[in-house]
């Protein structure tokens, strides 16, 4: 079997993993370098903190964001608009929830796993904190965890100078440069070809499956994909809390990896390079972390399906993998293991994931 994988992030990544232990012949097409769309994440493996989109609760933390200052709405897909308007507040299927928790198992198994193997990529399983400047905002964080579907561990904390902070010890990281080091080398006898595609018909005569996993190109298919772009920085300097943080508030995160610290923050419908507006992260994360130099900055763009859970299925010779918006790390495993079935025939359809594929056409080829 010869199948082609467009897009090389982290999920793209996990796809051609796992289908080339099966002895399947892999090509991977990515425009830059291999998980060059991904590393700037913060390396927070957390399905455990899934953001149901499609509500009106959600809009408002994005508005209260957009007050901040800390997003910024200049360009969204309509498509994606019409879609969550059509589903706003409405609730998944119980089968969502139950197919998001084996997602979720599996790959925090995964990583730990590939840890096991070799911890060449700075896997820790020292938690998370989501911390609070309000005591309102932190009353409201965890009314929401008593209702979490996953039901997840955690406990209430005190950290200097916030309200507090929610503790979710079951969470880890990783190093997210690293991890893609680690994946060139478990990827050494798939093909990697570095260019963009822009005719679908081309690349579909040469291979049985084509599976398109390249995050937000294909709202060019006409999919409901919407990007929304953050922003990293690596630094050195000294962290100011002992386990991985979020500030809730600011969507701002804070990691100590073992050659830097990594700070993220950024959920910005905005396609341009604008690296000047980046600095109100790495300033925001000076609260977590006192910085002594900054090495470098990259930026990546998350596609965000219309309510968050990720988009799995195949029309006709096509699988698409997409959609898991700022958790594509965090599901980066299950969503690879579970295209890769897909691919090879093992599963027909994953239900809710495959809802918006539908009696959909991808044989438009130019892109």
């Known amino acids: 079997m010869k199948v082609a994988i467009i897009g090389g992030g982290i999920v793209g990544s996990f796809i051609a993993y796992y289908l080339s232990r099966e002895g399947v012949d892999v090509t991977i097409y990515e425009k830059s370098s291999l998980g060059s769309g991904s590393v700037h994440a913060a390396g927070l493996i957390e399905p455990y903190r899934f953001d149901k989109i499609n509500t009106t609760g959600m809009i408002k933390k994005m508005l209260s964001y957009v007050g901040k200052k800390v997003t910024i709405v200049k360009q969204l897909n309509p498509e ?57 905002n932190l009353e409201h964080g965890v009314e929401e965890e008593k209702r979490n579907p996953f039901n997840p561990k955690f406990e209430v904390i005190d950290v200097k100078g916030f309200s507090g902070a929610i503790y979710f010890p079951e969470l880890s990281k990783l190093n997210t440069y690293k991890f893609m080091e680690r994946m060139k080398r478990e990827l050494k006898g798939v093909k990697i070809e570095i260019r963009e595609i822009v005719n679908l018909d081309e690349i579909s005569k ?9 995050g937000v190109w294909l709202s060019k298919l006409g999919m409901p994909i919407t990007s929304f772009k953050g922003y990293g920085y690596r630094v050195s300097g000294e962290m100011l809390v002992k386990y991985p943080s979020v500030i809730s ?37 000076g609260c977590l972390a006192k910085i002594d130099k900054v090495y470098d900055l990259s930026m990546g763009y998350r596609p965000c399906s219309p309510d968050g859970f990720p988009i799995i299925g195949r029309v006709g010779q096509f699988v698409i993998s997409t959609g898991a918006c700022r958790l594509g790390w965090s599901f980066g495993p299950s969503m690879g293991k579970f295209t890769a079935d897909l691919v090879l025939d093992r599963v027909k359809s994953y239900g809710y994931l495959s809802r918006l594929l539908n009696g959909r056409n991808l044989s438009v080829p130019k892109l």
């Open 249 to 285: 508030e600011l969507g701002v995160a804070v990691v100590k990896n073992s050659d830097h610290i990594k700070i993220t923050g950024g959920f910005d419908a905005d396609f341009s390079a604008d690296v000047e507006r980046a600095k109100i992260f790495l300033d925001a994360g």
């Open 206 to 214: 040469g291979y049985d499956t084509v599976v398109l996993s390249a």
């Open 80 to 136: 994606w608009i019409k879609s969550l308007l059509s589903i706003l507040n409405k609730e998944p299927p119980q089968e969502a929830w139950d197919i998001i928790r084996r997602m979720a198992t599996f790959s925090l198994k995964e990583y730990k796993r590939m840890a096991e193997e070799v911890n060449d990529f700075d896997y820790e399983e020292n938690g998370l904190l989501e911390i609070y400047q309000d005591r309102l």
